[in-house]
């Protein structure tokens, strides 16, 4: 979730910062932007091998998902001017 008020407080955070999911299971990850007072970009930074890019440009108001299924660690960027968020998504595979 993106909070409302993130892209007017240096001292929001978006929730959670470090997700697990489970290939086949739980694996398409959905962003919620809360925040109305500006556009977000959610890209990813780096993604297992095989695994494909995403560059999400969000606006408030609205959900976007991206179906994960590659096993691994995913990093990615929440990014507005001037400010720059992380988090990573943990892909497993079902046991």
Avoid: Q
């Amino acid at each position: 979730m993106i909070p409302p008020g993130l892209g007017l407080s240096s001292n929001s955070r978006f929730e959670p910062g470090t997700l697990t999911v489970v290939i086949g299971i739980n694996s398409t990850v959905g962003w919620n932007d809360e925040d109305t007072t500006v556009s977000h970009l959610v890209a990813s930074v780096s993604v297992p091998p095989g695994a494909v890019n995403w560059d999400l440009n969000m606006t408030g108001g609205h959900s976007y998902c991206v179906p994960l299924s590659v096993a691994g660690t995913y990093s990615y960027e929440i990014a507005f001017a001037p400010e720059t968020y992380s988090g990573i998504i943990i892909a497993k595979t079902a046991s």
